[in-house]
């Protein structure tokens, strides 16, 4: 029994690297979609079709816990399979890396039902099809009313990531996404990166955006993990301490491989896997 990480491609691979950092005693399967990859230009009916074929997968694959370490697919398929199809595997939970940031960003708990007037400006950067679900906007504002939030797509940066573009050209392309942020909220608080993929180029968005915390979704999911864990004895109970890892793909391995450890930051080897 192992937590399965999914995500559309490599950038779940950056929160897999966390959590294993931060809870190394667990087993984890990792599956990604890289074959169907990027999911940010998707419709959103084949984000939830592609993202419930990946959580079948997993449980198939003998996960009791499955982490969407994916913003677009927590965004469009999350509340939908959570609410529907979990029946048909009593015991099994999957999680989102939506809700612990938007805990993290608001300074506010998941149930808390009257946020504090706090006005705060928050920046939101994203795929294309999170942003077109509003999902962090939404939330956001659910938690604190006096919250302003500007999302701005970057559609290009996730593959810009993944082909090794130079530095030059990402961080020229940081920059675009900075200014257009800029120009429709001036005065930044707070900003959030809302796609796995985004903090690879961290320090471009650290250097656009100074003296402004940037956060990055690795560490709250990892600390979102624990806390589930603590809260959910009976889950973390069948969970065996056996610390290995196992990483699933729809693409042919040997072509994501070097990527895929690069941004893992050790070897990696693919089982390829068909999901329908």
């Not at 984890?28 to 230009?41: E, F, I, K, Q, W």
């Not at 449980?59 to 370490?69: D, K, M, Q, S, Y």
């Not at 970057?154 to 030059?168: K, N, Q, R, Y």
């Amino acid at each position: 029994m192992s937590i399965g990480v999914f995500d559309s491609g490599y950038g779940g691979l950056v929160v897999l690297r966390e959590l294993v950092k931060q809870l190394p005693e667990y087993s984890y399967v990792y599956l990604g979609d890289n074959a169907r990859a990027p999911y940010g230009t998707r419709t959103p009916e084949e984000i939830y079709q592609f993202t419930l074929q990946a959580v079948d997968k997993l449980f198939a694959e003998g996960c009791e816990l499955v982490i969407l370490a994916c913003n677009t697919a927590s965004a469009n398929a999350l509340r939908r399979i959570q609410q529907h199809d979990l029946l048909r595997y009593p015991g099994k939970k999957v999680l989102g890396i939506l809700v612990p940031t938007i805990e993290q960003i608001t300074g506010l708990p998941w149930s808390a039902l009257h946020p504090y007037p706090q006005a705060i400006n928050i920046g939101v950067f994203a795929t294309q099809a999170t942003v077109n679900s509003h999902a962090y906007k939404t939330e956001i504002l659910h938690r604190n009313p006096q919250a302003k939030v500007v999302e701005v797509a970057c559609p290009e940066l996730a593959t810009l990531i993944e082909s090794g573009a130079d530095e030059v050209v990402l961080r020229d392309y940081v920059k675009q996404c900075v200014d257009q942020l800029r120009s429709e909220l001036p005065d930044v608080d707070a900003v959030l990166l809302g796609c796995t993929h985004y903090p690879l180029v961290l320090e471009h968005f650290v250097s656009e955006l100074p003296g402004i915390p940037v956060f990055d979704q690795g560490q709250i999911t990892a600390d979102a993990l624990r806390a589930y864990l603590s809260n959910h004895p009976e889950l973390e109970k069948r969970l065996p301490r056996e610390g290995d890892w196992r990483f699933l793909t729809t693409a042919e391995p040997e072509l994501i491989e070097p990527l895929a450890t690069a941004f893992f930051g050790l070897p990696i080897q693919y089982e390829k896997v068909v999901l329908s």
